[in-house]
T-cell receptor, first 114, second 112 residues
Framework: GAGVSQSPSNKVTEKGKDVELRCDPI?????LYWYRQSLGQGLEFLIYFQGNSAPDKSGLPSDRFSAERTGGSVSTLTIQRTQQEDSAVYLC????????????FGPGTRLTVT | KNQVEQSPQSLIILEGKNCTLQ??????????LRWYKQDTGRGPVSLTI?????NTKSNGRYTATLDADTKQSSLHITASQLSDSASYICVVRAYGNNRLAFGKGNQVVVIP
């Protein structure tokens, strides 16, 4: 079956512009995660959605970052007024639910802010 | 201080040789530990998962060990292949927590 997909695969934007990153999780997976991976750094947790529960937004680095998950499936990560330090690979992962479930990662979106 | 520390940061090995990657963690209470492989330009893929009661687990040429007392894990790659060139990430979950603690990864380069 299809894995987690993300679009676009690459995004170059000018400083100050807004960007939207999309994630299509595996069908039937109720949990969805967004991470940021900067060069030479580990994955940084951003936000977590679980079913209809309120999302865990505690990893979002500033109020310029927001995410939605519509209909319990597709998710969009929005970065407003992008800064150069936002340049990174943004990874989305989904899993069946809480507990020990394996997270399946998408290929990521490489964001470059010029 | 990061809750998951990996070493070495990077290494180069000859094709056919073995290597061992180390992961030390401070996450508590411990639930499970996964090793992920991340090829360049791709998302991480799980290799093994280990719980408190498991000491060793193999997946083909990959063998992971866990010492929950010393909070250490290792990933051993046997008879390395060029396709093993990747970043290997140690990920630890705390009990009762949906968050994961990620190491920065071991960058492995296999050369012919």
């Amino acid at each position: 079956g299809a894995g987690v997909s993300q679009s676009p695969s690459n995004k170059v934007t000018e400083k100050g512009k807004d960007v939207e990153l999309r994630c299509d999780p595996i069908s039937g997976h109720t949990a969805l995660y967004w991470y940021r991976q900067s060069l030479g750094q580990g994955l940084e947790f951003l936000i977590y959605f679980q079913g209809n529960s309120a999302p865990d937004k505690s990893g979002l680095p500033s109020d310029r970052f927001s995410a939605e998950r519509t209909g319990g499936s597709v998710s969009t990560l929005t970065i407003q007024r992008t800064q150069q330090e936002d340049s990174a690979v943004y990874l989305c992962a989904s899993s069946l639910g809480q507990g020990r479930d394996e997270q399946y990662f998408g290929p990521g979106t490489r964001l470059t802010v010029t | 201080k990061n809750q998951v520390e990996q070493s070495p940061q990077s290494l180069i090995i000859l094709e056919g040789k073995n290597c061992t990657l180390q992961c030390n963690y401070t996450v508590s209470p411990f639930s499970n530990l996964r090793w992920y492989k991340q090829d360049t330009g791709r998302g991480p893929v799980s290799l093994t998962i280990m719980t408190f009661s498991e000491n060793t687990k193999s997946n083909g040429r990959y063998t992971a060990t866990l010492d929950a007392d010393t909070k250490q894990s290792s990933l051993h790659i046997t008879a390395s292949q060029l396709s093993d060139s990747a970043s290997y990430i140690c990920v630890v979950r705390a009990y009762g927590n949906n968050r994961l603690a990620f190491g920065k990864g071991n960058q492995v380069v296999v050369i012919p």
